[in-house]
């Protein structure tokens, strides 16, 4: 059973902190690996996909890593702004179906 | 500007009321999903469907009810069957079924018991 795990659940960082989010899966045969951005009351924003062949994908000041063997991506934020403060989402889907599991989140507030 | 529409923002459910959440696309996308997300818990899927006239069970189906007679349109019936409906519910959408395309989603309709 395919099980998203997100450490920590909360994060608190000054502006300018680059840091790193973490996303952990228990299954490692998936297709791909999505990371999104909720602002509270809102829906769910796309920000990137990497899919199982890529090692990583970058936009902007984001970059996300994915190591299938050790069931592990990083979202990696650069020179954290306000703005950036949300509740940061992974996901991957079931292997041979069109389910996504969703992890719980981390939530982060970027202090200015 | 393509995207998907959910509305209302905010419903309220009396008990023993059928309440329908509705959700339109128009990005031209083949997939439509519903998500139920309640607060310290992940996204759990409630039906989702590949083409017009046709949708699957997710994990937390009972109480809930869908149709695609449309393509870009996928509304969710919150029956009274469903005991505890209170959450914040979720429409997806992508380009095609499959696992290659990203999801992209509503702003959210937030249901409340009366």
């Known amino acids: 059973k395919q099980e998203v795990t997100q450490i920590p659940a909360a994060l608190s960082v000054p502006e300018g902190e680059n840091l790193v989010l973490n996303c952990s899966f228990t299954d490692s045969a998936i297709y791909n690996l999505q990371w999104f951005r909720q602002d509270p009351g809102k829906g769910l924003t796309s920000l990137l996909l990497?899919?199982?062949?890529?090692r990583e994908q970058t936009s902007g000041r984001l970059n996300a890593s994915l190591d299938k063997s050790s069931g592990r991506s990083t979202l990696y934020i650069a020179a954290s702004q306000p703005g950036d403060s949300a509740t940061y989402l992974c996901?991957?889907?079931?292997?041979?179906?069109?389910?996504?599991?969703f992890g719980t989140g981390t939530r982060l507030k970027v202090l200015a | 500007d393509g995207g998907i529409t959910q509305s209302p923002k905010y419903l309220f459910r009396k008990e023993g009321q059928n309440v329908t959440l509705s959700c339109e696309q128009n990005?031209?996308?083949?997939?439509m999903y519903w998500y139920r997300q309640d607060p310290g818990q992940g996204l759990r899927l409630i039906y989702y469907?590949?083409?017009?006239?046709?949708?699957q069970k997710g994990d937390i189906a009972e109480g809930y009810s869908v149709s695609r007679e449309k393509k870009e349109s996928f509304p969710l019936t919150v029956t009274s069957a469903q005991k505890n409906p209170t959450a914040f519910y979720l429409c997806?959408?992508?380009?095609?079924?499959?696992?290659?395309?990203?999801?992209?989603f509503g702003d959210g309709t937030r249901l409340s018991i009366l």
């Open positions: 469907s590949q083409i017009v006239n046709d949708f």
């Open positions: 997806a959408s992508s380009m095609r079924q499959g696992n290659d395309q990203p999801q992209h």
């Open positions: 990497i899919q199982s062949s890529q």
């Open positions: 996901a991957v889907p079931l292997s041979g179906t069109y389910k996504y599991i």
């Open positions: 990005l031209n996308h083949d997939a």
